[in-house]
């Protein structure tokens, strides 16, 4: 299995609403990473998580909340967002600490808010 | 801080036609090199890597090599097809600090039968 699954697809939400991502990867990778991308722009980390810890926070509103509930899975609760915030959330992962290794992505979750 | 530079198109070409996707970086330790394509609505792929100085990576008829004294990584096809058509994305990932990739900003292909 050399997926990286997201749900959902799609996700339009209101400004007061809480919604949460979900990404999932069975390759025992032990680094997951979340992206934001805007069109024509290209991916903007946002969060990795290594060993099921935050290891980057890439300065990210407080609204953005990710989490790692075990080493095949990964969060991002998402509260009182924005319509700026409106982008294509992409989920990645990666064995750690191997800088010549690739990201594996998921499909991402488009998201938007109004 | 590291970073990648890449023509930023649109490149538009004939199918057939030969490709060329310039590819520059600044990194402070020793990065591998990486070309990530982008189809319409999708996540990113990896289409080829190489980890170190004169790797060529290739994938699908796609090539690219690691030029250190260039510090370069510019993709190429012989022959693109219709299907080519995508958004590509040249990234590097330090070996000292492995836990981000840095993009560059992509370069928007079409090809036209």
Known sequence: DTEVTQTPKHLVMGMTNKKSLKCEQHMGHRAMYWYKQKAKKPPELMFVYSYEKLSINESVPSRFSPECPNSSLLNLHLHALQPEDSALYLCASRPPGQGNTEAFFGQGTRLTVV | ???????????????????????????????????????????????????KADDKGSNKGFEATYRKETTSFHLE????????????????????????FVFGPGTRLSVLP
């Open chain 2, 77 to 100: 096809k012989g022959s693109v097809q219709v299907s080519d058509s995508a958004v590509y994305f040249c990234a590097l990932s330090d070996h000292n600090y492995g836990q981000n």
């Open chain 2, 1 to 51: 801080g590291d970073s990648v530079t890449q023509m930023e198109g649109p490149v538009t070409l004939s199918e057939e036609a030969f490709l060329t996707i310039n590819c520059t970086y600044t990194a402070t330790g020793y990065p591998s090199l990486f070309w990530y394509v982008q189809y319409p609505g999708e996540g990113l792929q990896l289409l080829l890597k190489a980890t």
